[in-house]
Structures are given as structure tokens and as C-alpha cells.
């Protein structure tokens, strides 16, 4: 358990419990806000609790923020029309993140990197690879940008594009998308929306060849 998770089952909070604000959350644990920020995004990425620009940190799930209409436009779309979505798009989302993401974000974003590196089944590769491809997404502070990547998550989860997946990836191949995203990861930390553009392109080629060439 990471200090958050103490704190919370010593004050017995429930979901819909609100944490104080990281300043004094921070002190209390006796963490620098880094290493709180750290606890938080983990947590954020496990389901355990969300955070909203005006409720703070509350613990539970958040709710549903993608709209139904696109959720069921992709899960009609085929994997390679939802690829070039993906081209056409994602390369100005990173680029907009470079300029706008806070320290919170590029912690999340991180996160999700490092967490990528360490699994190794399917399941547990889409849901990291679709939380780095979020937190991006969340650091461009665009709602419709956030509500096509959550969109496209959940189409990613479906069974044809597992077919696909566990046809033609392979653990060198998730060893190279690790390396691109250690390179969407940096220029976005470096603040130079160019050069996390063209590595988000080179990245989403990468998939494409993996997974249909």
C-alpha cells in the first residue's frame, strides 16, 4: 500500500470522499508533493479515485465522459479506419500537450510509460497503453479530444481488435512502441510540440505496420 491508500483506510474514507488539497495531504504523510502526485496518479489509473479541475481529488470511479454516439461510431468502424482517425488526429493532441501539460499531467503521463514497461499479457497492455494515450489526451485540456481517446479505448477493447493484436504483436514489437512512447514522453516533458508530433506519427505508423502490414 502507497501512503494514499494508508491514509484513506486509517480515516476510513469511502468512494465519493473528497482528499484534502495536495499541500496539506502532502504534509500530513510527511511526502514531498512529487512522490504524493506519484501515489495519486496510481491510484487515478487503477479506478481508485478522479480528479476534476473544480472537485478535486474524490475517491471512487468517475463518471462516464464519452459520448455514446462516438463510442458506438468506432465500435462499428474497422481497426484500419480508426487508425487513420488516430493519424489525422493524435500527432496535434501531443503537440498541444507539450504546450499545455502541468507537472501533474507529465507525472501521469509517466506513469502510464513506466507501467507499459513492465507488463507483459494483453489485457493489462491495452488498458496502459490506452491510459498513456489519455493522460496525453487529458494534458491538452480538451474535452472532445479526451471524449475520442476514451472512445477509442473502448473500441480497442473489443474482439476484433484482440484478434489482431494477438495475431501480430509480439514482445519485441511492444519493446519498440515502449521506446516511442519514451520519445512522445520526453519532447512533451521538453515543451516542444514538433518534435511530440512527429513522434506520435512515427509511432502510430509503427502500429499500423505491426498491425496489418
Given at each position: 500500500m502507497n501512503s494514499v491508500e494508508i491514509y484513506i483506510a486509517r480515516k476510513r474514507l469511502k468512494d465519493g470522499d473528497r482528499l484534502p488539497p495536495e499541500r496539506e495531504l502532502a504534509i500530513e504523510l510527511g511526502i514531498s508533493r512529487r512522490s504524493l502526485r506519484q501515489n495519486l496518479t496510481q491510484l487515478e489509473l487503477d479506478g481508485r479515485l478522479w480528479r476534476g479541475r473544480r472537485n478535486g481529488t474524490i475517491l471512487g470511479r468517475p463518471p462516464p465522459t464519452a459520448p455514446a454516439g462516438i463510442d458506438r461510431?468506432?465500435?462499428?468502424?474497422s481497426p484500419s479506419d480508426t487508425m487513420e482517425m488516430r493519424f489525422a488526429l493524435e500527432p496535434s493532441i501531443a503537440a498541444i500537450a507539450a504546450n499545455k501539460a502541468t507537472d501533474?499531467?507529465?507525472a501521469r503521463i509517466e506513469t502510464c510509460l513506466r507501467r507499459t514497461t513492465e507488463v507483459t499479457d494483453d489485457a493489462n497492455w491495452v488498458r496502459w497503453d490506452g491510459a498513456f494515450h489519455l493522460a496525453i489526451a487529458e494534458a491538452s485540456r480538451n474535452r472532445v479530444f479526451i471524449a475520442l481517446i476514451l472512445a477509442f479505448n473502448n473500441a480497442r477493447a473489443r474482439p476484433e481488435w484482440r484478434k489482431i493484436r494477438v495475431t501480430h504483436i509480439t514482445a519485441e514489437k511492444r519493446q519498440n512502441t515502449?521506446?516511442?512512447?519514451?520519445?512522445?514522453?520526453?519532447?512533451?516533458?521538453?515543451?516542444?510540440?514538433?518534435?511530440?508530433?512527429?513522434a506520435m506519427r512515427r509511432h502510430l505508423s509503427?502500429?499500423?505496420?505491426?498491425l496489418f502490414d
Amino acid at each position: 500500500m502507497n501512503s494514499v491508500e494508508i491514509y484513506i483506510a486509517r480515516k476510513r474514507l469511502k468512494d465519493g470522499d473528497r482528499l484534502p488539497p495536495e499541500r496539506e495531504l502532502a504534509i500530513e504523510l510527511g511526502i514531498s508533493r512529487r512522490s504524493l502526485r506519484q501515489n495519486l496518479t496510481q491510484l487515478e489509473l487503477d479506478g481508485r479515485l478522479w480528479r476534476g479541475r473544480r472537485n478535486g481529488t474524490i475517491l471512487g470511479r468517475p463518471p462516464p465522459t464519452a459520448p455514446a454516439g462516438i463510442d458506438r461510431s468506432l465500435a462499428t468502424a474497422s481497426p484500419s479506419d480508426t487508425m487513420e482517425m488516430r493519424f489525422a488526429l493524435e500527432p496535434s493532441i501531443a503537440a498541444i500537450a507539450a504546450n499545455k501539460a502541468t507537472d501533474d499531467d507529465i507525472a501521469r503521463i509517466e506513469t502510464c510509460l513506466r507501467r507499459t514497461t513492465e507488463v507483459t499479457d494483453d489485457a493489462n497492455w491495452v488498458r496502459w497503453d490506452g491510459a498513456f494515450h489519455l493522460a496525453i489526451a487529458e494534458a491538452s485540456r480538451n474535452r472532445v479530444f479526451i471524449a475520442l481517446i476514451l472512445a477509442f479505448n473502448n473500441a480497442r477493447a473489443r474482439p476484433e481488435w484482440r484478434k489482431i493484436r494477438v495475431t501480430h504483436i509480439t514482445a519485441e514489437k511492444r519493446q519498440n512502441t515502449v521506446a516511442h512512447h519514451r520519445a512522445i514522453f520526453e519532447a512533451i516533458r521538453g515543451r516542444s510540440p514538433e518534435e511530440a508530433a512527429r513522434a506520435m506519427r512515427r509511432h502510430l505508423s509503427s502500429v499500423q505496420t505491426h498491425l496489418f502490414d
